[in-house]
Protein backbone atom coordinates (compact mmCIF):
# COMPACT_ATOMS: atom_id res chain seq x y z
CA UNK A 1 0.00 0.00 0.00
CA UNK A 2 1.04 3.33 -0.52
CA UNK A 3 2.57 5.18 2.33
CA UNK A 4 0.70 8.44 1.15
CA UNK A 5 -2.40 6.43 2.11
CA UNK A 6 -1.33 4.52 5.17
CA UNK A 7 -1.16 7.52 7.27
CA UNK A 8 -4.13 6.88 10.25
CA UNK A 9 -5.07 10.59 10.75
CA UNK A 10 -5.80 12.55 7.81
CA UNK A 11 -3.65 15.94 8.13
CA UNK A 12 -6.13 18.94 7.45
CA UNK A 13 -3.02 21.63 7.77
CA UNK A 14 0.51 22.25 7.74
CA UNK A 15 2.30 22.54 11.11
CA UNK A 16 4.88 25.19 9.91
CA UNK A 17 4.40 28.85 8.95
CA UNK A 18 6.87 28.75 5.73
CA UNK A 19 7.83 26.24 3.54
CA UNK A 20 11.67 25.98 3.83
CA UNK A 21 12.20 22.52 3.08
CA UNK A 22 10.59 18.77 2.45
CA UNK A 23 12.78 18.17 5.58
CA UNK A 24 10.17 19.60 8.09
CA UNK A 25 7.02 18.52 6.27
CA UNK A 26 5.32 14.89 7.71
CA UNK A 27 4.67 12.13 4.66
CA UNK A 28 0.76 13.56 5.85
CA UNK A 29 1.81 17.05 5.23
CA UNK A 30 3.15 15.87 1.53
CA UNK A 31 0.02 13.93 1.05
CA UNK A 32 -2.09 17.06 2.43
CA UNK A 33 -0.52 19.31 -0.37
CA UNK A 34 -0.83 16.57 -3.28
CA UNK A 35 -4.40 15.68 -2.45
CA UNK A 36 -4.65 19.75 -2.20
CA UNK A 37 -3.11 20.50 -5.75
CA UNK A 38 -5.82 17.95 -7.18
CA UNK A 39 -8.22 20.22 -6.34
CA UNK A 40 -6.49 23.09 -7.89
CA UNK A 41 -6.12 21.52 -10.98
CA UNK A 42 -9.73 21.38 -11.60
CA UNK A 43 -9.90 25.15 -11.07
CA UNK A 44 -6.97 25.69 -13.87
CA UNK A 45 -9.28 23.79 -16.45
CA UNK A 46 -12.37 25.86 -15.48
CA UNK A 47 -12.80 28.86 -18.41
CA UNK A 48 -12.52 31.01 -15.82
CA UNK A 49 -9.48 29.84 -13.79
CA UNK A 50 -9.94 32.06 -10.64
CA UNK A 51 -11.21 31.38 -7.59
CA UNK A 52 -11.18 33.90 -4.72
CA UNK A 53 -9.63 32.21 -1.66
CA UNK A 54 -6.30 34.58 -1.46
CA UNK A 55 -7.94 38.36 -1.96
CA UNK A 56 -6.96 40.81 0.19
CA UNK A 57 -3.58 39.08 0.60
CA UNK A 58 -0.29 40.54 -0.87
CA UNK A 59 2.68 37.98 -2.18
CA UNK A 60 5.69 39.14 -2.88
CA UNK A 61 8.07 37.26 -5.27
CA UNK A 62 12.07 37.55 -4.96
CA UNK A 63 13.88 35.84 -6.65
CA UNK A 64 17.72 36.79 -6.56
CA UNK A 65 18.83 34.07 -9.42
CA UNK A 66 17.33 33.51 -12.78
CA UNK A 67 13.77 31.12 -13.52
CA UNK A 68 11.84 30.82 -15.92
CA UNK A 69 9.48 27.78 -14.97
CA UNK A 70 9.60 28.08 -10.90
CA UNK A 71 8.69 31.96 -10.88
CA UNK A 72 5.95 32.22 -13.82
CA UNK A 73 4.29 29.21 -12.23
CA UNK A 74 4.26 31.06 -8.71
CA UNK A 75 3.11 34.16 -10.53
CA UNK A 76 0.28 32.26 -12.21
CA UNK A 77 -0.37 30.43 -8.97
CA UNK A 78 -0.78 33.48 -6.90
CA UNK A 79 -3.03 35.21 -9.72
CA UNK A 80 -5.51 32.22 -10.06
CA UNK A 81 -6.02 32.58 -6.13
CA UNK A 82 -6.71 35.75 -6.95
CA UNK A 83 -3.55 37.40 -4.45
CA UNK A 84 -2.12 41.23 -5.10
CA UNK A 85 1.45 39.73 -6.58
CA UNK A 86 4.03 41.83 -7.04
CA UNK A 87 7.52 40.68 -8.56
CA UNK A 88 11.01 42.22 -7.40
CA UNK A 89 13.14 43.04 -10.14
CA UNK A 90 16.93 41.99 -8.25
CA UNK A 91 18.50 43.98 -11.28
CA UNK A 92 17.34 47.28 -10.63
CA UNK A 93 16.52 47.09 -7.20
CA UNK A 94 18.67 48.70 -4.37
CA UNK A 95 20.76 44.83 -4.05
CA UNK A 96 22.53 46.36 -6.94
CA UNK A 97 23.27 49.08 -4.70
CA UNK A 98 24.64 46.67 -2.20
CA UNK A 99 21.48 46.62 0.01
CA UNK A 100 21.58 43.02 2.54
CA UNK A 101 19.34 40.09 2.12
CA UNK A 102 18.03 40.58 5.42
CA UNK A 103 17.60 44.42 4.83
CA UNK A 104 16.28 44.07 1.74
CA UNK A 105 13.86 41.53 3.09
CA UNK A 106 13.15 43.97 6.56
CA UNK A 107 11.98 46.77 3.38
CA UNK A 108 9.39 44.60 1.80
CA UNK A 109 8.39 43.35 5.03
CA UNK A 110 7.70 46.89 6.36
CA UNK A 111 4.76 47.09 3.66
CA UNK A 112 3.15 43.66 5.08
CA UNK A 113 2.90 40.99 2.42
CA UNK A 114 1.52 37.66 3.71
CA UNK A 115 4.29 35.59 1.84
CA UNK A 116 7.77 35.93 0.28
CA UNK A 117 8.64 33.66 -2.11
CA UNK A 118 12.51 33.58 -2.18
CA UNK A 119 15.18 31.86 -4.94
CA UNK A 120 18.48 32.85 -3.51
CA UNK A 121 21.94 31.44 -4.47
CA UNK A 122 22.88 30.70 -0.87
CA UNK A 123 21.73 27.71 1.17
CA UNK A 124 19.73 29.07 4.21
CA UNK A 125 18.73 31.96 2.81
CA UNK A 126 15.64 31.24 3.72
CA UNK A 127 15.99 29.44 6.58
CA UNK A 128 17.31 33.17 7.91
CA UNK A 129 14.11 34.99 6.66
CA UNK A 130 11.64 32.96 8.20
CA UNK A 131 13.67 34.06 11.44
CA UNK A 132 12.76 37.47 10.96
CA UNK A 133 9.96 38.33 8.97
CA UNK A 134 6.37 37.37 10.07
CA UNK A 135 5.54 36.51 6.44
CA UNK A 136 4.84 33.46 5.57
CA UNK A 137 8.30 32.41 3.41
CA UNK A 138 8.78 30.02 0.56
CA UNK A 139 11.50 28.56 -0.90
CA UNK A 140 11.64 28.71 -4.30
CA UNK A 141 15.26 27.06 -4.51
CA UNK A 142 18.10 28.05 -2.12
CA UNK A 143 21.56 27.41 -3.19
CA UNK A 144 22.34 23.65 -3.64
CA UNK A 145 20.10 23.29 -0.20
CA UNK A 146 16.78 22.28 -1.11
CA UNK A 147 13.80 22.91 -3.98
CA UNK A 148 10.69 21.59 -2.22
CA UNK A 149 8.06 22.67 -4.43
CA UNK A 150 10.03 21.14 -7.78
CA UNK A 151 9.76 18.02 -5.32
CA UNK A 152 6.08 18.35 -4.84
CA UNK A 153 5.06 18.58 -8.31
CA UNK A 154 7.16 16.02 -9.50
CA UNK A 155 5.67 13.64 -7.20
CA UNK A 156 2.46 15.12 -8.09
CA UNK A 157 3.62 13.85 -11.59
CA UNK A 158 4.52 10.58 -10.50
CA UNK A 159 1.46 10.05 -9.06
CA UNK A 160 -0.76 11.24 -11.44
CA UNK A 161 0.82 8.84 -13.85
CA UNK A 162 1.23 5.71 -11.77
CA UNK A 163 -1.20 6.03 -9.05
CA UNK A 164 1.50 6.08 -6.32
CA UNK A 165 4.97 6.62 -5.43
CA UNK A 166 5.65 3.20 -2.74
CA UNK A 167 7.93 0.65 -4.29
CA UNK A 168 8.28 2.56 -7.45
CA UNK A 169 11.91 2.22 -8.96
CA UNK A 170 12.88 5.97 -9.89
CA UNK A 171 16.50 6.77 -11.20
CA UNK A 172 17.80 10.03 -11.12
CA UNK A 173 20.77 10.57 -13.20
CA UNK A 174 23.03 13.62 -13.53
CA UNK A 175 24.75 16.00 -11.67
CA UNK A 176 24.03 14.71 -7.75
CA UNK A 177 26.44 17.21 -6.69
CA UNK A 178 25.19 20.51 -7.26
CA UNK A 179 21.49 19.64 -7.50
CA UNK A 180 18.84 21.32 -5.19
CA UNK A 181 15.91 19.07 -6.63
CA UNK A 182 18.02 15.85 -6.09
CA UNK A 183 17.91 16.53 -2.66
CA UNK A 184 14.38 17.70 -1.71
CA UNK A 185 12.99 14.68 -4.11
CA UNK A 186 15.85 11.65 -2.44
CA UNK A 187 13.92 13.33 0.59
CA UNK A 188 10.43 13.47 -0.05
CA UNK A 189 10.21 10.15 -2.79
CA UNK A 190 12.01 8.06 0.18
CA UNK A 191 9.32 9.39 2.65
CA UNK A 192 6.44 8.44 0.59
CA UNK A 193 8.06 4.75 0.61
CA UNK A 194 9.85 4.73 -3.24
CA UNK A 195 13.14 3.08 -3.86
CA UNK A 196 15.43 5.64 -5.37
CA UNK A 197 18.03 5.08 -7.67
CA UNK A 198 21.08 7.89 -7.89
CA UNK A 199 23.23 7.76 -10.61
CA UNK A 200 26.34 9.92 -11.91
CA UNK A 201 29.65 10.78 -12.63
CA UNK A 202 32.30 9.85 -9.37
CA UNK A 203 33.16 13.74 -9.21
CA UNK A 204 29.49 14.50 -9.12
CA UNK A 205 27.97 12.45 -6.33
CA UNK A 206 28.03 13.93 -2.67
CA UNK A 207 30.03 12.07 -0.45
CA UNK A 208 27.84 10.24 2.44
CA UNK A 209 24.82 10.51 0.00
CA UNK A 210 23.75 6.71 0.05
CA UNK A 211 22.85 7.69 4.19
CA UNK A 212 19.60 9.62 3.07
CA UNK A 213 18.42 5.67 2.28
CA UNK A 214 19.18 5.60 -1.93
CA UNK A 215 20.93 3.23 -3.94
CA UNK A 216 24.42 4.86 -5.42
CA UNK A 217 25.92 3.75 -8.81
CA UNK A 218 28.10 5.27 -12.00
CA UNK A 219 26.05 2.76 -14.03
CA UNK A 220 23.66 4.50 -16.38
CA UNK A 221 22.09 0.58 -16.91
CA UNK A 222 21.54 -0.19 -14.06
CA UNK A 223 20.53 2.57 -12.62
CA UNK A 224 17.71 3.09 -15.82
CA UNK A 225 17.60 -1.44 -15.83
CA UNK A 226 13.52 -1.99 -15.06
CA UNK A 227 12.89 1.80 -13.32
CA UNK A 228 9.23 2.86 -13.46
CA UNK A 229 10.46 6.71 -13.40
CA UNK A 230 13.90 8.57 -14.57
CA UNK A 231 14.43 11.72 -13.71
CA UNK A 232 17.30 13.36 -15.56
CA UNK A 233 19.21 16.12 -13.58
CA UNK A 234 20.53 19.32 -16.00
CA UNK A 235 24.70 19.70 -15.40
CA UNK A 236 24.72 22.79 -13.91
CA UNK A 237 28.18 24.08 -15.99
CA UNK A 238 27.12 27.78 -13.69
CA UNK A 239 28.36 26.05 -10.82
CA UNK A 240 31.22 24.54 -11.85
CA UNK A 241 34.48 25.51 -12.75
CA UNK A 242 35.52 22.84 -14.95
CA UNK A 243 37.18 19.55 -13.98
CA UNK A 244 34.55 17.66 -13.02
CA UNK A 245 34.44 15.60 -16.31
CA UNK A 246 36.08 15.03 -19.54
CA UNK A 247 34.13 17.03 -21.97
CA UNK A 248 30.48 17.08 -22.49
CA UNK A 249 30.65 15.03 -25.67
CA UNK A 250 32.01 12.28 -22.99
CA UNK A 251 29.68 12.97 -20.26
CA UNK A 252 26.61 12.44 -22.70
CA UNK A 253 27.89 8.79 -24.18
CA UNK A 254 28.49 7.93 -20.80
CA UNK A 255 25.75 9.50 -18.72
CA UNK A 256 23.01 11.14 -21.14
CA UNK A 257 20.16 9.74 -21.59
CA UNK A 258 19.41 8.10 -25.18
CA UNK A 259 16.64 5.92 -26.78
CA UNK A 260 18.72 3.21 -26.33
CA UNK A 261 19.21 3.52 -22.61
CA UNK A 262 15.38 4.41 -21.99
CA UNK A 263 14.51 0.84 -23.43
CA UNK A 264 16.54 -0.99 -20.44
CA UNK A 265 13.25 0.73 -18.06
CA UNK A 266 10.00 -0.90 -17.42
CA UNK A 267 7.44 -0.57 -20.68
CA UNK A 268 5.28 2.18 -19.22
CA UNK A 269 8.16 4.88 -17.68
CA UNK A 270 8.03 8.36 -17.75
CA UNK A 271 11.11 10.65 -18.33
CA UNK A 272 11.34 13.53 -16.01
CA UNK A 273 13.66 16.80 -15.53
CA UNK A 274 12.82 19.39 -13.93
CA UNK A 275 14.45 21.92 -16.20
CA UNK A 276 16.05 23.92 -17.94
CA UNK A 277 17.07 21.19 -20.48
CA UNK A 278 20.58 20.97 -21.45
CA UNK A 279 19.78 18.84 -24.88
CA UNK A 280 22.32 16.69 -26.13
CA UNK A 281 24.26 17.17 -22.71
CA UNK A 282 22.03 15.00 -20.31
CA UNK A 283 19.11 14.38 -22.61
CA UNK A 284 18.73 13.21 -26.20
CA UNK A 285 16.32 15.53 -28.30
CA UNK A 286 14.62 12.67 -28.97
CA UNK A 287 13.72 11.18 -25.36
CA UNK A 288 12.84 15.13 -24.12
CA UNK A 289 10.42 15.15 -26.74
CA UNK A 290 9.04 11.43 -26.90
CA UNK A 291 6.23 9.68 -25.85
CA UNK A 292 7.68 8.73 -22.33
CA UNK A 293 8.50 12.45 -21.62
CA UNK A 294 6.29 14.12 -19.08
CA UNK A 295 8.67 17.07 -19.48
CA UNK A 296 5.72 19.58 -19.67
CA UNK A 297 3.54 18.12 -17.83
CA UNK A 298 5.29 18.57 -14.90
CA UNK A 299 5.51 22.35 -15.69
CA UNK A 300 1.62 22.38 -15.77
CA UNK A 301 1.28 20.82 -12.84
CA UNK A 302 3.68 23.17 -10.70
CA UNK A 303 0.86 25.88 -11.23
CA UNK A 304 -1.67 23.71 -9.32
CA UNK A 305 1.22 22.73 -6.59
CA UNK A 306 1.85 26.44 -5.81
CA UNK A 307 -1.59 26.96 -5.76
CA UNK A 308 -1.55 23.99 -2.92
CA UNK A 309 1.03 25.55 -1.22
CA UNK A 310 -0.06 29.06 -1.05
CA UNK A 311 -3.27 28.33 0.00
CA UNK A 312 -2.90 25.64 2.75
CA UNK A 313 0.08 28.42 3.85
CA UNK A 314 -2.42 31.10 3.85
CA UNK A 315 -4.51 28.78 6.69
CA UNK A 316 -6.42 26.83 3.99
CA UNK A 317 -10.16 25.56 4.60
CA UNK A 318 -9.48 27.34 7.87
CA UNK A 319 -8.59 31.07 6.51
CA UNK A 320 -11.63 30.31 4.08
CA UNK A 321 -13.99 30.29 7.56
CA UNK A 322 -12.67 33.31 8.93
CA UNK A 323 -12.95 35.17 5.79
N1 LIG B 1 12.98 23.82 -12.44
C1 LIG B 1 13.27 25.10 -12.20
O1 LIG B 1 13.49 25.50 -11.06
O2 LIG B 1 13.30 25.90 -13.32
P1 LIG B 1 13.58 27.46 -13.27
O3 LIG B 1 15.01 27.67 -12.84
O4 LIG B 1 13.32 27.96 -14.66
O5 LIG B 1 12.64 28.07 -12.28
Not at 50 to 55: N, Q
Amino acid sequence: MDVVHATSEPITALRNKDLLGIASLSPGEIVLILNTAEAMKEVGQRAIKKVPTLRGRTVVNLFFEPSTRTRTSFEIAEKRLSADTLNVAIASSSVVKGETLVDTALNIEAMAPSMIVLRHSSSGACHLLSRICRAAIINAGDGMHEHPTQALLDAFTIRERKGRIADLKIAIVGDLLHSRVLRSNILLLTKLGAQVWVCGPPTLIPRGIETLGVRVTTSVDAAVEDADVVMMLRIQLERMEGGFFPSVREYFATFGMTQARVARAKDDVIIMHPGPINRGVEIASEVADGPFSVILDQVANGVAVRMAVLYLLAGGAEHETAA
